[in-house]
């Protein structure tokens, strides 16, 4: 299979050389996927953060089934819409910060990111200020590779094979607590959001259009920002007139603990984009929402916003979202995700927290990140030719637990429905397979 597969597939992230190792996955249940060799594995990162519900869910194949027998598709262009989209805008709306009320429906996070631009460029644009259109960013955000979202994600090595990147994109420090150094006697969290305050005024308060982060950032190592860090953000942005848009695309939906990750430090976005775990992988689906100060501009404007896909408010993606959304309440994931991540990280410090090696095991609910260096009391971080997050990886693999890395950083975000046994194996296995490479 891994043969025809190379003769006539392209990858995401394509590389022949990693591929010739590749499983072909055949089927999961529950936190486990099976390779075509039989061999069971744990989902570490619960496919791409997706897969919150857990694998075989005959809910959502019925939900998915019974709309595509009744419904399989059908425009939502302005003078079409759907019950389905209809009724998960509502629930959206119910579930989201309080001033997100209305919302756009997309494939997936890319696109969300794109639409999200797409909104703060035509909200100032509508409001007279078309010099506003340029996208504050962060080093280590992720928000998809499509151009725009490519130009906005802060992880370096998606650049060169594809640049030039969209010009009026910038990039500030993440505020990493880890590796962030701050001025002495100021808040490290403080210090770091000010970078944001350099930045626009660097560019001109007049020409900024958004600034876009993750509350946690997810692939580019599981980041979790000082406490104050959000609430000075959210000031700076109202103080200069920039959008904050939320990218909740890995923390929405109950990953981090809350239903929305900005939760945690009582900050509301102007903007929030979602996706991967609104349907848990079973329908390619994602989506923007929108807070009532922006909807209004839109809704009083006369000339149509010429934004489009052909599958916004897919009828059978909604259907799924709201069958996988029933799930999410039934079984109370983000209070199951802010427990089982305590107790993941704890295993994880036990287990690993005094290794020489080991700089830091840290979390947010459950999404957790363990990163690996060279010297622990200067942080210096291992040659990139050692391959060290790659050689963990593949020991993990061996012992049966399938995740990712970004560089030395052993990413894990299982399902939420993974068992206490489960999170148990999790920990010996990556303890066991940072030893085996690292003594
Ligand atoms: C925070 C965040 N935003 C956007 C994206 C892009 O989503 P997609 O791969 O569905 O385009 C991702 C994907 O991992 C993500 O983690």
Sequence with gaps: MVARDLDHLIHPLHSRKIHESAHVWVKGKGAIIVDADGKEYIDGLAGLWNVVAGHGRKELAAAA???????????????????????????????????????????????????????????????????????????????????AAMSAT???????????????????????????????????????????????????PGTVAMFIAE?????????????????RIREICDQYEVLFVADEVITGFGRTGKWFALDHWGVEPDVIQFAKAITSGYFPFGGVGINDAIAEVFENSTSPWMHAYTYSAHPVGCAVALRNIRILEEEDFPK?????????????????????????????GLMCGVEIVKDKSTKEEFAASENIGARIDKEAQQRGLFSRVRGDVYLLAPPIITTHNQLDSIVDILNDSVKAVLG
């Design 336 to 364: 199951q995700a802010a427990d089982k991540g305590e107790y993941l990280l704890k295993g994880l410090q036990a287990a690993l927290g005094d290794h020489p090696r080991v700089g830091e095991v840290r979390g947010k």
């Design 154 to 204: 802060g992880i370096k090595s998606y650049w060169p094979l594809f640049e030039p990147r969209v010009p009026g994109f910038i990039h500030i420090p993440s505020p990493y607590p880890y590796r962030y150094e701050a001025p002495a006697g100021e808040s490290q969290g403080v210090a770091a959001a000010n970078e944001l305050e350099k930045a626009i005024l660097r560019e001109g």
């Design 215 to 231: 509350p946690v950032q997810g692939a580019g190592g599981v980041i979790s920002p000082q406490g104050d860090y959000f609430q």
């Design 65 to 147: 089934a019974a709309q595509m027998e009744t419904l399989g598709y059908c425009s939502a262009y302005a003078g079409s819409s759907n019950l389905p989209a209809i009724e998960l805008a509502e629930k959206l709306s119910q579930l989201c910060y309080p001033s997100i009320n209305r919302f756009f429906f997309t494939s997936g996070g890319g696109e969300a990111t794109e639409t999200s631009i797409k909104v703060a460029r035509s909200y100032w644009k509508l409001r007279g200020r078309e010099q506003k259109t340029k996208v504050i960013s962060r080093q280590w955000g992720y928000h998809g590779v499509t151009l």
